[in-house]
């Protein structure tokens, strides 16, 4: 018996409702039509023949529809999702981060399977470039952008668009599995340290140094620090007498607060600068030669209940 293949593309194989087949892989740029397909640049997705999809509608899979894709020839894989299928018959096209991390060229083989992925809780990524740390709120930009990715793989480069700018990250770590689906998840997002990101030294004691002379060169000069050393302004415009003229002060002029060695807890001492009282003479005997004269008690204030008016 003779048997012969009148197809030049490869047949798909099933195997246990699993799609596997192989394809020759092209760059999006490659494809053909009149619209502009830079959307499948910015994402995690390929595009596929006609003939996939209906091998896969008579399949028992899964939905999202999630594939392996397999490298033979360099042992590399990563994993995306699908985005049409619309591809000519025995091609597929993928971004082109896609095939760099595969190590593919253009009309390369590549394997392509179906699987079934947990969903992710948590990943870990790397920004390959310092720049990266521009942005104002990168979880915000990478959330944005990972729309339109459908998985991760652990150890992938994968690309983002933000401002007309390619950011190239690369996933450090996946949870619960190295392979994870990202579709309609709650998954907690970590950056590590861009790849060639040096921290800036810190001169903390040249800082204190510089700012401990900054503060006594205030107190340093002729004349010193005197309150309201400022110029005044006079009513009628003149300028006679409105100028300061401050006196130097001499070391022995400053003055230090003394601690109050004898504080007790709740006691609270407030001290005034007064003049001293004049002691209180006592009561005696009239000296000799002093004036006596009497005091007259006003009539009229006899009855004041408010007090009693002295005169002289």
Not at 117 to 146: C, G, H, M, R, W
């Amino acid at each position: 018996m003779f048997s012969f293949n009148m197809f030049d593309h490869p047949i798909p194989r099933v195997f246990q409702n699993r799609f596997s087949t192989q394809y020759r892989c092209f760059s999006v740029s490659m494809l053909a039509g009149p619209n502009d397909r830079s959307d499948v640049e910015k994402g995690g997705k390929i595009i596929m023949p006609p003939s996939a999809l209906d091998q896969l509608s008579r399949l028992n899979i899964t939905y999202p529809m999630l594939f392996k894709l397999t490298n033979k020839n360099s042992d590399r894989m990563t994993h995306c999702g699908v985005l049409e299928f619309v591809a000519d018959e025995g091609i597929c096209y993928l971004p082109h981060w896609m095939m760099q991390n595969l190590l593919l060229e253009e009309g390369g083989l590549v394997q392509v399977e179906s699987v079934n992925l947990q969903v992710a809780t948590y990943s870990k990524f790397q920004p390959q470039s310092p720049d990266f740390l521009d942005i104002t709120n990168p979880k915000a930009v990478l959330e944005n952008a990972l729309r339109n990715f459908a998985c991760l793989t652990t150890g992938d480069v994968i690309a983002i668009n933000y401002n007309e700018k390619i950011y190239e990250l690369r996933v450090m770590e996946t949870k619960p599995d190295k392979a994870v689906s990202i579709i309609e998840c709650d998954m907690n997002v970590d950056f590590d340290a861009p790849l060639g990101y040096k921290e800036p030294e810190r001169q903390v004691q040249h800082e204190e140094s510089a700012e401990g002379e900054a503060d006594h060169s205030g107190y340093a000069g002729e004349l010193g620090f005197r309150a309201f050393s400022g110029s005044g302004n006079r009513l009628d415009g003149k300028k006679k007498g409105v100028e300061p003229s401050p006196s130097p002060i001499k070391p022995g002029d400053i003055k230090r607060g003394i601690p109050n060695y004898e504080f007790k807890l709740g006691k609270i001492t407030f001290i005034r600068n007064s003049r001293p009282l004049v002691k209180k003479v006592e009561e005696g005997p009239p000296l000799p030669g002093s004036l006596i004269v009497p005091l007259r008690l006003c009539g009229e204030c006899v009855g004041h209940s408010s007090g009693v008016t002295w005169q002289w």
